[in-house]
């Protein structure tokens, strides 16, 4: 009897220790695919249109809200993937065809947001159309 917990305990802690590492594993992939630095981005850009002496505050209080975000998106993907996907994910995103990707995409959704302003009038047009 004492053995079977004992082995149940073990196998416990394997399990644990496995989510935890997915975890990890999780957060470097979000780390290596663009997506953290997306947040920072973002809060750049708020941060940005503030005073100087502001600045620094607004960042420490929304990296709070980001990491909550970021730790909420990282147990969606270790859900959604398995250990071995996220890892696989990870070498894709190191590799020159991960890294490529990374750039394009961001040149691509550059281009194409200054293409939706530059066509903002013709949008807002079509959607007066159906609002109005």
Do not use: C, R, W
């Not at 249109?49 to 505050?57: D, F, I, M, T, V």
Request: aromatic residues 10%; charged residues 25%; negative net charge.
């Amino acid at each position: 009897m004492k053995k079977t917990i004992l082995v149940f305990i073990l196998l416990g802690t394997l399990f644990v220790s496995h989510a935890q590492a997915n975890k990890k594993d999780v957060k470097n992939l979000l780390e290596v695919s663009g997506v953290t630095s997306k947040y920072e981005l973002i809060v750049n850009q708020f941060s940005d249109q503030l005073p100087k002496e502001s600045q620094a505050n607004f960042k420490k209080d929304v990296q709070i809200y980001i990491d909550k975000l970021i730790n909420k998106e990282v147990e969606q993907y270790a859900a959604a993937f398995s250990q071995d996907e996220i890892l696989k994910l990870i070498e894709f995103y190191k590799s020159p065809l991960g890294i490529k990707l990374l750039q394009k995409t961001s040149e691509i959704d550059n281009t194409l947001e200054q293409e939706i302003d530059n066509n903002q009038a013709e949008l807002q047009s079509v959607i007066m159309k159906y609002f109005m």
